[in-house]
Structures are given as C-alpha cells and as structure tokens.
C-alpha cells in the first residue's frame, strides 16, 4: 500500500505493508480522537496530561519509525538464531531471556554446565560477528 507521509514539511509517498498501514492508520485515529477531547476539554475541565492518563490516550506512543526499527532489531535477532541448533537456540534463550543460570539451564536441559557454557557462548560469538560484519558494510 502507499501512504503519504509529512517529512519536515514536504508530503511523501511511501510503500508500506498492510501491517504498517494498519498501525498508521490507528495512529491517525487515536491522534484525531485525542485532538477532539483537547477541543472539548472533558467535563468543562481543563485538559491536562493527568486526565489524558486517566481517562484517554497514555503519555507515549510508539513511532511508526519506531516500531518499524523495533520490528527490523528483530528480524535480525530471529535471523541469527536460525543459524543455531535448536540446542543452542533453547540454551540461549533460557539464559538471555530467563535469566536462568548454567547450572539450572543444563538441569532443565539433562545436560552438564559445561555443555550449556558452550552452547550459550557459541551463539554469542554468532551474535557478534553478525553485528561486526554489519558495521563494516
């Protein structure tokens, strides 16, 4: 789908998927929705950031530009761990993720502590030399 983005001023038309336009789309709405409340001011009361955490729209809200980053980070993290065992991917993630420690991962895993240093240690370097390789080119 192409949408049509203001960037510093100037209008842009870009190609985006049906998941980007989807998620621009809501942005739109909920910017115009809170942009209504502002011209209302909620019960003759004046509009202030509390009320909009109470009763409206939080504080933050994820970018477009962020959430297309966020989602590329992790596209390549996924990519790197498809290039590991399923061993090594399991071992990692219960190390990275859930913070377990050697011991308990190679407990879980019936292997020895050793095993599980290894495996975990071996997708680091993979991690590594995947981001070196990606500032260099």
Known sequence: MEVTINYNG????VEVTLEVYEFLDRADHKAEN???EQR???DGREFDEYIVVIEGVGIYGETPEEYLCRMETLG???AVLDTCTEAQRRRFL???LDGLILAEIG???GCSKV???QSVEAVRKKFINFFENR???
């Open 107 to 109: 407990t879980v895993c």
């Open 34 to 36: 809170l942009s209504h």
């Open 40 to 42: 209302r001011h909620w």
């Open 94 to 96: 219960l190390y990275a």
């Open 76 to 78: 390549e993290l996924m």
């Open 10 to 13: 100037q209008a842009v038309a």
């Open 135 to 137: 500032l260099n080119e």
């Open 115 to 117: 095993a599980v240093y």
